[in-house]
């Protein structure tokens, strides 16, 4: 980062002298490990300066018809949250996202109530039930959960139609491959609430072709995903010859049993 945007961020930098929202996920005492109340990080007057040039820079090559919105600011206290969020609230953003740990329900209702433009978290969020504080008490102004995470589509579908009841929309967080994308857009497709799905991958040339679509459709068409309303299933076959050629560099075996799933390895953070 830049020198004089942050207040105590020597103490969590790791060995680059970088200070990053991941860390060092080895180090479970590290800074990326550390929950957002705990860091006693503190943005300075220039740190906010930093942040708003930023969103201006964006916001002035993309003009204010399209909706624009921010995530992953770092581990910081929700005053400076609040305070992040009217720095930048005249450029009219979509959402602030997952600005302090989903668990921290009371919090959210504190910093979406201080705030103008619309709250949004629950990509780690696994079933409705554990969404339900964030609904019942209005603590955010969009629930954004992950359908391959948040307990599938029929879950993700009891999700948006629960939040609905309360009159509060759905965004989904997706960054998978074309299956996962497929499945997401039968789900938005049939909530009422939904208004937009995440896509991490529009900069991956082979992305796309690792399916067929059953019905000659594009996957993506100018920004939206038709619909498949005739083809069986999602509406996609896998690509096989694609797919042995992305594999990843560490695992060339394709389809193999999965071993390596009996045993516990799973990391303990379930926060953004």
Known sequence: GKPGTVVNSKFWENAQGILQQWGDQSNYMGYGNTMHPFTQIQITEKGFEELQHIVENVRSMVGYEMPLSTDHYGHFDLNNCIRLGKALEKYRLAWFEDMVPWQYHEQWKVISDALETPTLTGEDIYLLENFKNL????????????????????????????????????????????????????????????????????????????????????????????????????????????????????????????TQWDEVRSHDRTYS
């Open 135 to 258: 609904i019942h008490n209005r603590a955010v102004d969009i629930i954004h959960p992950d359908l391959a995470s948040s307990g599938g589509l029929l879950e993700t579908k009891r999700i948006g139609d629960y939040a609905e009841e309360f009159g509060i929309p759905m965004a989904m967080h997706q960054a998978g491959t074309p299956i996962s994308f497929m499945a997401n857009v039968h789900c938005a497709a049939a909530t009422q609430n939904f208004l937009a799905l995440e896509h991490h991958s529009v900069d991956v040339p082979w992305w796309e072709s690792l399916v067929k679509t059953t019905d000659g459709r594009k996957l993506i068409d100018k920004g939206f995903a038709p619909v498949p309303n005739t083809a069986p299933g999602l509406g996609i076959e896998l690509n096989e010859e694609v797919l042995k050629q992305h594999l990843h560099a560490k695992d060339k075996s394709y389809f193999a049993p999965t």
